[in-house]
């Protein structure tokens, strides 16, 4: 999404020279990557489009992912942006010789670059979790982010291993298909019921007729997303999140009959603490007859399934890994070596850091988007990615113009940033008292902790005093 939206944007801004690498042999990055059943966004589809290609023809309020996939695809083939694209090239190396960035690839290719932009992504090295036995598993077993689709499902025992935004969809595609569904749970969450209605003909022929139609409605949805969640989470006493909780709260009451089964669905933790998860149909799934929540402590993976602590075995024929992301990777394993041997895994060592997400010191012209610590939680994705381009871009503007020859943001400025914003991290909802990938080692959460109307004044225009010009 991010690599398609800048080389869009470049060539918009007259630029020619612009290469796109690609480690897999066609794009659409998470889109591509992740193909289990259920999977949607949970973002509106009018609002998760880039804001220069609105998609008149989306089939619900909630897009499936095959067709985000789609539209991808389209726009960069639209675009011309496909032609740009170098496949099965993924980028090993990147070492700034003093004027320009040295690039390697997996094939041997090399090449140079004035900027290199990292549209790498966040959510896409797979976690594999820290259970005894998964390799004695003698059924299929694999990550939710490398679905097997040769494995067949119908009749089948189906594991699943974690209760996240994926398991959930997951859960509420499968229990009607196969034979046996087993939730392996270690911490509920809270879930609001939005219905995820088809957008229907009629209003699908006023989109194409008017296009005034979608930027309104794009709008209306953004304004909406940002005052009832985006803004709601980095306030932990905004009466928003208030309302958010009730409604988690009456869903559950709502929706799940049995009382022992309601318990153990019931989170601990305030609604929005980790990532909220909406599903129309998670709840009545995981009450059907065959399908059965597990709360007991996972103990190992033996051959025939898997032994939880009170010595039970369930016994499965597929197991899958729903157990979510290395989110601290970013444009790693790519080795990154800037400014006088500078390594970027060594200053990452600890933790990713960069001067308002979007630069590191003694990185000059390497330009990340949704990089770390920025709005991943509470905002869509690629109006992030949007805003922190036409923020990029000012900076490339500076070089183009001969201003400078190198760019990157000041130690002084990206300390003082890391300060504020750890500072901030504390009045929001993430840290009252879950645990979620969103918080680092430390417990701080590595994400934008202000509103999104204060990300998008950081990113109208570059503070150019913290930058080092050369
Ligand atoms: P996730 O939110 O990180 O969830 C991982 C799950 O695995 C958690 O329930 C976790 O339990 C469990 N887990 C991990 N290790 C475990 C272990 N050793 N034993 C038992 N359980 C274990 O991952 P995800 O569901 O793939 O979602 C990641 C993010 O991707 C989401 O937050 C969202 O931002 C994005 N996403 C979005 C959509 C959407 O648009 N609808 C769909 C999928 C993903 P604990 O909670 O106890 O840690």
């Given at each position: 999404?991010?690599?398609?939206?800048?080389?869009?944007?470049l060539?918009?801004?007259?630029?020619?020279?612009?290469t796109?690498y690609?480690?897999?042999?066609?794009?659409?990055?998470?889109?591509?990557?992740?193909?289990?059943p259920g999977?949607?966004?949970?973002?509106?589809?009018?609002?998760?489009?880039?804001t220069f290609a609105?998609?008149?023809?989306?089939?619900?309020?909630?897009?499936p992912?095959?067709?985000?996939?789609?539209?991808?695809?389209?726009?960069?083939?639209?675009?011309?942006?496909?032609?740009?694209?170098?496949y099965?090239?993924?980028?090993?190396?990147?070492e700034?010789d003093?004027?320009?960035w040295c690039?390697?690839?997996?094939?041997g290719?090399?090449d140079?670059?004035?900027?290199v932009i990292?549209?790498?992504?966040?959510?896409?090295?797979?976690?594999y979790?820290d259970i005894?036995?998964?390799?004695?598993?003698?059924?299929?077993?694999?990550h939710?982010?490398?679905?097997?689709h040769?494995?067949?499902?119908e009749?089948?025992?189906i594991?699943?291993?974690?209760?996240?935004?994926?398991a959930?969809?997951?859960?509420?595609?499968?229990?009607?298909?196969?034979?046996?569904?087993h939730?392996?749970?270690?911490?509920p969450?809270?879930?609001?019921?939005?219905d995820?209605?088809?957008?229907?003909?009629a209003d699908?022929?006023?989109?194409?007729?008017?296009?005034?139609l979608?930027?309104?409605?794009?709008?209306?949805?953004?304004t909406?997303f940002?005052?009832s969640?985006?803004?709601?989470?980095?306030?932990?006493?905004?009466?928003?999140?208030?309302?958010?909780?009730?409604?988690?709260r009456?869903?559950l009451e709502?929706?799940?009959?049995?009382?022992?089964l309601?318990?153990?669905l019931?989170?601990e933790?305030?609604?929005?603490c980790?990532r909220?998860?909406?599903?129309p149909?998670?709840?009545d799934?995981?009450?059907?007859?065959?399908?059965?929540?597990?709360t007991?402590?996972i103990?190992?993976?033996?051959?025939?399934?898997?032994?939880?602590?009170d010595?039970?075995l369930h016994?499965l024929?597929?197991?899958?890994?729903?157990?979510?992301?290395?989110?601290?990777?970013?444009?790693?394993?790519?080795?990154?070596?800037?400014?006088?041997?500078?390594?970027?895994d060594?200053?990452w060592?600890q933790?990713?850091?960069?001067?308002?997400?979007v630069?590191?010191?003694d990185?000059p012209?390497?330009?990340?988007l949704?990089?770390?610590?920025?709005p991943?939680?509470?905002?869509?994705?690629i109006?992030?990615?949007?805003a922190?381009?036409?923020?990029?871009?000012?900076?490339?503007?500076?070089?183009?113009?001969?201003?400078?020859?190198?760019i990157s943001?000041?130690?002084?400025a990206?300390a003082?940033?890391e300060?504020?914003?750890?500072?901030?991290?504390k009045?929001?909802?993430?840290v009252?008292?879950?645990?979620?990938w969103?918080?680092?080692?430390?417990?701080?959460?590595?994400?934008?902790?202000?509103?999104?109307?204060?990300?998008?004044?950081?990113?109208?225009r570059?503070?150019l005093?913290?930058?080092?010009?050369?």
């Amino acid at each position: 999404m991010a690599g398609i939206l800048s080389a869009i944007k470049l060539r918009e801004a007259g630029y020619t020279d612009v290469t796109v690498y690609e480690k897999a042999d066609r794009l659409g990055g998470t889109w591509r990557e992740n193909t289990y059943p259920g999977i949607a966004c949970d973002v509106p589809s009018h609002l998760y489009t880039y804001t220069f290609a609105p998609n008149p023809e989306w089939s619900h309020a909630f897009a499936p992912g095959p067709e985000i996939l789609a539209y991808f695809q389209n726009v960069a083939s639209r675009y011309g942006i496909d032609q740009l694209i170098r496949y099965g090239n993924e980028v090993r190396r990147l070492e700034h010789d003093g004027s320009r960035w040295c690039l390697e690839t997996s094939t041997g290719e090399r090449d140079e670059a004035d900027v290199v932009i990292a549209a790498t992504g966040v959510l896409h090295h797979p976690r594999y979790p820290d259970i005894g036995g998964l390799d004695d598993f003698a059924g299929n077993i694999f990550h939710s982010a490398r679905w097997d689709h040769s494995v067949p499902l119908e009749d089948a025992r189906i594991g699943v291993i974690g209760t996240g935004s994926s398991a959930v969809q997951i859960t509420g595609a499968l229990t009607d298909r196969v034979g046996e569904f087993h939730l392996f749970q270690r911490t509920p969450q809270w879930v609001l019921p939005v219905d995820n209605p088809p957008i229907s003909d009629a209003d699908r022929a006023r989109y194409r007729a008017d296009r005034g139609l979608m930027t309104k409605l794009r709008t209306d949805l953004n304004t909406g997303f940002i005052q009832s969640f985006a803004n709601a989470v980095v306030d932990a006493d905004s009466p928003a999140l208030q309302m958010l909780q009730k409604a988690a709260r009456a869903n559950l009451e709502d929706k799940v009959s049995d009382p022992g089964l309601r318990e153990k669905l019931r989170p601990e933790y305030r609604a929005g603490c980790k990532r909220l998860i909406i599903s129309p149909n998670f709840y009545d799934a995981i009450q059907r007859p065959n399908a059965r929540l597990v709360t007991e402590r996972i103990d190992r993976v033996e051959a025939d399934g898997v032994r939880t602590a009170d010595g039970e075995l369930h016994r499965l024929d597929v197991l899958v890994l729903a157990t979510g992301f290395r989110v601290d990777r970013f444009l790693r394993p790519i080795e990154v070596i800037g400014r006088n041997g500078v390594r970027l895994d060594d200053i990452w060592g600890q933790r990713p850091f960069a001067y308002l997400s979007v630069t590191v010191p003694d990185f000059p012209n390497l330009f990340l988007l949704n990089g770390p610590n920025g709005p991943v939680g509470n905002f869509s994705l690629i109006d992030v990615a949007e805003a922190q381009f036409a923020y990029l871009l000012q900076l490339i503007e500076l070089l183009r113009g001969g201003e400078c020859r190198q760019i990157s943001a000041s130690r002084d400025a990206t300390a003082r940033f890391e300060a504020q914003r750890v500072e901030a991290a504390k009045k929001t909802v993430w840290v009252t008292g879950c645990h979620s990938w969103y918080l680092d080692e430390r417990g701080i959460p590595a994400a934008w902790p202000w509103s999104f109307t204060r990300f998008e004044e950081a990113m109208a225009r570059p503070e150019l005093a913290d930058y080092l010009l050369v």
